[in-house]
């Protein structure tokens, strides 16, 4: 079963400028989104992804995703992702990450912690890893919120401090004209996404006047899959 990487998520509003009798607005408003998850153009499974305030300027993350067919289902599987963070202008600065990745003969964990205090990024995966902070640094599984922002500001190309395995790795993404994309939830014109450093080959698509979530997502390579919304709301 999967992990769902980094991929573009499309929405936003605009962050107003902090004032000291005012508390500003998230970039993003929190939502619920359900995925299709599907392997070859067939449903392996289901995925839910939630986006939530979680007090004070603290916002958490969530991706939830199990098997509902074929080995992934005869096998239990199933893949939890949180992250906590703060926003930083336009990203979603990292607090923690944990990923979770269930089966009935195997588990696998890794997690992230942002020490802004002392400037350390602790990373267990395989391990334990500690590098220095960056400004805005975050971790994969934000990244598309960040894209998210951005698009519905405007932007077109992205370099972003993500947090890896053992050290900060500036990813960088390209948003690619508009197309027409048909997905459970509906008919979109959507903006595709892609990474364009040699990372994760992927491609995501987002229509960032329209909704609070990704449209559709492509995951290529070895661990290829592909996520299509089938329905959102928003909180």
Same mark, same amino acid.
């Given at each position: 079963?999967?992990?769902? /990487? ?18 500003? !607005? ?28 979680? #007090? ?19 096998? #239990? ?16 600065? #990292? ?12 588990? &696998? ?17 395989? @391990?334990?890893? /500690? ?5 805005? !640094? ?15 500001? @405007? ?30 939830? #509906?008919?979109? &014109? !959507? ?7 040699? @990372? ?36």
């Amino acid at each position: 079963m999967p992990s769902i /990487r980094p991929f573009g998520l499309a929405l936003a509003l605009t962050l107003p400028a902090v004032c000291a009798t005012a508390i500003a !607005a998230a970039p993003l408003p929190a939502f619920t989104a359900h995925y299709l998850l599907l392997r070859d153009g067939s449903q392996i499974g289901i995925a839910t992804m939630t986006l939530a305030k979680a #007090g004070d300027d603290t916002w958490t993350f969530t991706t939830q995703s199990r098997g509902t067919s074929g080995i992934a289902s005869l096998l #239990g599987a199933s893949i939890s992702e949180r992250s906590t963070f703060t926003w930083a202008g336009d990203l979603p600065q #990292g607090e923690s990450y944990d990923y979770s990745m269930k089966t009935a003969i195997k588990q &696998t964990h890794r997690s992230a912690r942002f020490d802004w205090a002392h400037h350390v990024i602790t990373v267990d995966d395989r @391990g334990t890893f /500690r590098f220095p902070t960056q400004p805005g !640094a975050l971790e994969r599984h934000t990244v598309p919120l960040a894209l998210a922002v951005g698009l519905a500001k @405007g932007k077109i190309r992205f370099t972003l401090p993500v947090a890896v395995r053992n050290r900060i790795e500036l990813q960088h993404y390209v948003a690619r004209g508009e197309q027409n994309v048909s997905v459970p939830a #509906g008919t979109f &014109t !959507a903006i595709p996404v892609v990474r364009t450093d040699g @990372g994760d080959a992927f491609v995501a698509l987002f229509a960032p006047a329209k909704l609070p979530v990704p449209i559709k997502v492509e995951q290529r390579g070895k661990d290829e899959f592909s996520l299509e919304l089938e329905s959102w709301s928003t909180h």
